[in-house]
């Protein structure tokens, strides 16, 4: 069987749906993946087809630099970035107001265009990113059957009585007051219902015979696999009738030629994933800490010159890109800005966390964190080096550290890309695909 994966053209998106990719190739047959040309290496790395689908203006292989994005997006970037040193409520009002303009880029052109793939490409299954609501609904119209992956916090598809893009929790040291809340929570509504519109306006110019596509923000695949440890997730939040937990997705790495930090402290990650490296103030706060706590301190420095981090730690590995998985094997706390990749691979890896949330799913990731006891979540704006210190003790103390352990095992039974790989082969309402025959 054929599978077509779409993904938008960014790595961190890419890179977990790549795992299943070349877990489907190595079970199942061939694979398909339509994607953007900026992550196009990624994909001939992986030994899979490629084949060009533009979901957005801006691209990121690796670390985004505002600078090599498209006119128009590098000032989105800057609005986007000033917008997380106001705090929680400002960056993801900012996101509201913003999500028409990222999440369903050129919805003809990508209808026209994954048209053209399917009847190329003629499928026998596909898997698409949650997020990616324009292709959604564009697999939507063609009367494609389609399983999504949510790659960031379960949260990310909407549950009954959730808000996309409000929090489904908050880390206890970041909870905002009522007011500002209820404003956020109003202009989220506005948002989704803004992408409603938009979504039925193209039904009914490109597809008046199919019926709405509803929701895109809460509405379910066939079937819905989440990245995420099912020992994370709070058992008392909806899901879907038809989902598969899988864990992490975690690439398989090697440290090749990256050393080691040298010294006797506490070995400790800092990373924050490749948008919000450019918080340069906060990544400096960590090595005032490392120097504080005499820790043993890699970082990823990102899209922040390194002479804005102050003085180094003797021996510390700082570098624009870790091999974060691979590191993780040799750390005793990782600090990170609670991205759905860095979360699970931590949790995968039983490294206890310190998240420190900037913008969308990363609160309520955080919030899990915190409530499962595997980590410790802080506000990164109001962050000092001696709560950074207080904190990477706390976690690297026995009960996170054991608590981190017990996840670590439950995720290993959860199956990762061979578990999504059953889930999209098994597809729990099979029908015909009209594009295929």
């Known amino acids: 069987m054929r599978l077509l994966v779409v993904s938008p053209d960014y790595a961190s998106h890419l890179l977990p749906l790549l795992q299943i990719a070349s877990a489907w190739q190595a079970r199942e047959g061939d ?216 864990g992490s997705l975690a690439r398989a790495e090697s440290l090749d030629a990256t050393p080691l930090p040298s010294g006797d402290g506490l070995r400790v990650t800092v990373a924050f994933g490749s948008f919000l490296s450019s918080r340069d103030d906060v990544l400096a706060t960590a090595v005032r800490a490392a120097h504080l706590g005499g820790w043993r301190l890699a970082l990823a420095s990102g899209s922040t010159p390194v002479d804005r981090l102050g003085p180094l730690p003797d021996g510390a590995l700082v570098q624009r890109h870790l091999p974060q998985v691979a590191l993780l094997a040799h750390t005793d706390v990782f600090v990170n800005h609670g991205g759905n990749g860095s979360v699970t691979e931590a949790a995968a890896a039983g490294v206890p966390q310190v998240v420190l949330p900037f913008s969308t799913d990363q609160f309520a990731g955080a919030a899990a964190v915190e409530r499962t006891g595997v980590g410790v979540a802080l506000a990164p704006n109001s962050l000092t080096a001696e709560a950074l210190v207080a904190a990477v003790a706390t976690a690297a103390g026995e009960p996170i550290r054991r608590r981190a352990l017990e996840v670590a095992v439950s995720i290993q039974t959860s199956g990762g890309a061979h578990a999504a790989v059953d889930a999209i082969r098994d597809l729990p309402n099979p029908q015909r695909n009209p594009l295929r025959n």
């Open 31 to 246: 694979v398909v993946v339509a994607t953007g040309p900026a992550t196009r290496p990624m994909v001939a790395e992986a030994g899979l087809d490629w084949i060009e689908l533009r979901l957005g203006r801006g691209s990121n292989a690796g670390v985004i630099e505002v600078g090599e994005q498209p006119k128009g997006e590098d000032d989105h970037l800057r609005a986007f970035f000033d917008a997380t040193r106001l705090g929680p409520i400002e960056t993801l009002r900012y996101q509201a107001d913003a999500r028409r303009h990222d999440l369903l880029y050129d919805p003809d052109g990508v209808f026209d265009r994954l048209g053209e793939i399917v009847r190329e490409v003629r499928p026998d299954r596909v898997a698409v990113d949650h997020v990616a609501f324009g292709a959604r609904l564009a697999l939507h119209l063609l009367d494609v059957p389609t399983s999504t992956v949510v790659l960031g916090h379960p949260s990310a598809l909407s549950a009954p009585g959730e808000v996309y893009g409000v929090p489904s929790a908050w880390p206890s040291t970041m909870t905002p007051d009522r007011g500002p809340l209820r404003a956020l929570e109003a202009q989220c509504r506005d948002s989704v219902r803004e992408l409603d519109r938009a979504a039925d306006d193209v039904r009914a110019r490109r597809a008046p015979s199919r019926p709405p596509a509803g929701d895109l923000t809460s509405t379910p695949g066939d079937p819905t696999i989440y990245v995420y440890p099912e020992a994370l997730h709070d058992p008392a939040r909806p899901l879907p009738v038809v989902h598969r937990f899988v």
